[in-house]
Nanobody, 130 residues
């Protein structure tokens, strides 16, 4: 059974930085896409950044472009999200997700819709105070 485990969340002040990690286990072949999502209280889950594993195109949400960087050394290595210049509106539970069905990979860029991902981590809390 595939498992995704996130780590690296915490509390920082506005302008601070955090680095999230996601480690996958229990799989025998690579996923089509991996991504980071977030969900703030009372809001829908939204895509933050997604990648085709192995160094493919990265799709960022407009709200995080220039501040967040998704990275992955190769298709089976951990997935990272470097978050800089954090703002209070970045406060949310951050989830790592992967798709083994192929729904995420219909275009040039990997999908950032949560409906296209079939495997999720438990989430890690990120809190940014002003």
């Amino acid at each position: 059974q595939v498992q995704l485990v996130e780590s690296g969340g915490g509390s920082v002040q506005t302008g601070g930085s955090l680095r999230l990690s996601c480690v996958a286990s229990g799989y025998t072949y690579g996923s089509y896409c991996m991504a980071w999502f977030r969900q703030a209280p009372g809001k829908e889950r939204e895509g933050v950044a997604a990648v085709y594993p192995g160094g493919g195109n990265i799709n960022y949400a407009d709200s995080v472009k220039g501040r967040f960087t998704l990275s992955q050394d190769n298709a089976v290595s951990p997935l990272y999200l470097e978050m800089n210049s954090l703002k209070p509106e970045d406060t949310a539970i951050y989830y790592c997700a992967a798709d083994w069905t192929g729904y995420c990979s219909s275009g040039l860029m990997p999908s950032t819709s949560p409906n296209d991902y079939d495997t999720w981590g438990q989430g890690t809390q990120v809190t940014v105070s002003s």
